[in-house]
């Protein structure tokens, strides 16, 4: 729920999935997240005041008609992101499932909507996206290491937090996946980790181990990440949010250049 511009991180994945088509997404929540469930409520006393209000600076709080339909369910004790997947299964219903990470923004473009039809034209067990960073910043991210078969990209192996030295590329995941049905058997034969907990990579890994078909999506202009989870890129995001703000980015832009001529 942590603002970026007008609106909450969350807003924006959710906004990202409707621009792909998704038109059913599931929350795993845990403690103390139920603020997420109130801000994609329909509020019918504050709906009046939205609909009257004079510009769209609170309008933007919610979502468009057409939004998806949005359902809940809790992962009680936090035993890793495998397993909060894995509580999909029934939901799922046995078709493949779209998978965002809920502290991270990819502005521009349309990842997810690439990421589908790579993993449809693939007939892919899982497909992931991912970015180039610089090498001595591998150890921040999972990292892929791949094959080129023709023009395609394939996972050849995962890697958490690898050190520079040793990483199989400069390909860090960005967390937008594409799986088909068998994840949920594949978690379920994930073996559990430090603290209990069972992990995605882990489990992607073990697709790659069967020579599963992983498909490798690189991020490409304009498409952009925003890693709500560390400072420096959430200033980042706020900063290029506020300056595209339709009402005060030119006022924002002014304040910026403002301090450079002051320096």
């Known amino acids: 729920m942590l603002p970026v511009g007008r609106k909450p991180v969350v807003q924006y994945v959710v906004e990202e999935l409707l621009a792909a088509g998704i038109e ?15 801000h994609f409520d329909d509020d019918v006393e504050l ?6 209000a004079r510009t769209g600076a609170i309008k933007d709080r919610g979502l468009a008609d057409g939004a998806p339909r949005i359902f809940y369910t809790r992962q009680g004790t936090p035993t890793g992101v495998a397993d909060a997947v894995r509580l999909g299964r029934d939901f799922a219903a046995g078709e493949s499932i779209v998978v965002a990470f809920g502290d991270t923004i990819l502005h521009g473009g349309n990842i997810v909507g690439r990421l589908i039809q790579a993993h449809i034209t693939s007939q892919a067990s899982c497909t992931l996206a991912v970015e ?50 068998s994840i949920f058997d594949t978690i379920d034969a994930t073996p559990r980790g430090k603290n209990g907990e069972r992990w995605l990579t882990d489990a992607i890994a073990i697709l790659v181990g069967k020579k599963a078909h992983v498909r490798v999506v690189p991020l490409k202009e304009p498409e952009k990440r925003y890693d709500i989870g560390n400072f420096e890129s959430y200033y980042r995001a706020f900063v290029d949010f506020a300056l595209s703000d339709h009402e005060y980015g030119d006022a924002v832009s002014r304040h910026i250049r403002c301090l450079d001529d002051s320096e």
């Open 24 to 38: 059913q997404i599931l929350f795993i929540t845990g403690r103390k997240k139920a603020a997420i469930e109130d």
């Open 132 to 181: 180039e960073v610089p090498r001595d910043d591998v150890f921040r991210y999972g990292v892929v290491g791949v094959q080129q078969r023709g023009d395609l990209l394939y996972a050849t192996g995962l890697v958490e937090k690898p050190n520079p030295e040793d990483s199989p590329s400069n390909l860090a995941i960005v967390p937008r996946y594409v799986f088909s049905p």
């Open 47 to 52: 709906r009046p005041f939205l609909d009257g």
